[in-house]
């Protein structure tokens, strides 16, 4: 069964400052075709804040581009998001996506569609 569990910098931090956050897949995989992040606050829908596929190609939510970098261990199954310059509408919590995995099964490699999501960290900035 694929599990993501993130780790890292959450918690509170002032406008302006940093933090950086990652989530490392396990499971037997042998391949992801894209990781990476999005947020939830409370009362609103989760939203994209950075996703890179294998081959290094990144997307960013308008509201973090220049800001946020989200990058990875391909070999490691860990995707990692670096926070900078950050404002108090970035407070929420942040969950780990991981899409389009092959894992090793008992008898051939399968392909699996559905993402998989970590259970998330909180963010809080205060201004």
């Known amino acids: 069964q694929v599990q993501l569990v993130e780790s890292g910098g959450g918690g509170l931090v002032h406008t302006g400052g940093s933090l950086r956050l990652s989530c490392t897949a396990s499971?037997?995989?042998?391949?992801?075709?894209?990781m990476g992040w999005y947020r939830q606050i409370p009362g609103d829908q989760r939203e994209l804040v950075g996703m890179?596929?294998?081959?290094?190609?990144?997307d960013y939510a308008d509201s973090v581009q220049g800001r946020f970098i989200v990058s990875r261990e391909n070999e490691n199954h860990t995707v990692f998001l670096e926070m900078n310059s950050l404002k108090p509408e970035d407070t929420a919590v942040y969950y780990c996506?991981?899409?389009?995995?092959?894992?090793?099964?008992?008898?051939?490699?399968?392909?699996?569609?559905?993402?998989?999501w970590g259970q998330g960290i909180r963010v809080t900035v205060s201004s």
């Open positions: 996506r991981a899409h389009g995995i092959l894992v090793q099964g008992p008898s051939a490699p399968t392909w699996t569609e559905r993402p998989f």
């Open positions: 890179m596929t294998a081959a290094g190609v990144a």
């Open positions: 499971g037997n995989i042998l391949s992801i075709m894209d």
